[in-house]
Nanobody, 128 residues
Framework: QVRLVESGGGLVQAGDSLRLSCAAS????????MGWFRQAPGKEREFVAG????????YYADSVKGRFTISRDNAKDTVYLQMNSLKLEDTAVYSC?????????????????????WGQGTQVTVSS
């Protein structure tokens, strides 16, 4: 049983920064994969960023490269998403996800079906 709890969402202005946190509890295993996804109203859920818990290798959607940074704190079992230079199109519900496996090919991080557990989501709203 794994529980993921996101926090840090809110209302910000375009150009501002925001940091999301995802705390994991329960049986998280030693080799894991975590990612961030987002879904805007009327849109499909899309991949944002992913990270290998053990190696620290990271992967990003093209739309956020250079602006968002995913990181992890092994001691706290927490993954972060630092979002800089936020744009109106970043408005969405952001969810973190967990897979109790290590993926060795980057493409696996992009598919939501490869994740087993999901948090409740946190709303990020960017205004002009």
């Amino acid at each position: 049983q794994v529980r993921l709890v996101e926090s840090g969402g809110g209302l910000v202005q375009a150009g501002d920064s925001l940091r999301l946190s995802c705390a994991a509890s329960g049986r998280t295993f030693s080799r894991t994969t975590m990612g961030w996804f987002r879904q805007a109203p009327g849109k499909e859920r899309e991949f944002v960023a992913g990270i290998s818990w053990s190696s620290g290798n990271t992967y990003y959607a093209d739309s956020v490269k250079g602006r968002f940074t995913i990181s992890r704190d092994n001691a706290k079992d927490t993954v972060y998403l630092q979002m800089n230079s936020l744009k109106l199109e970043d408005t969405a519900v952001y969810s973190c996800a967990f897979a109790p496996r290590t993926y060795y090919t980057g493409s696996y991080y992009y598919r939501s079906n490869n994740y087993d557990y999901w948090g409740q989501g946190t709303q990020v709203t960017v205004s002009s």
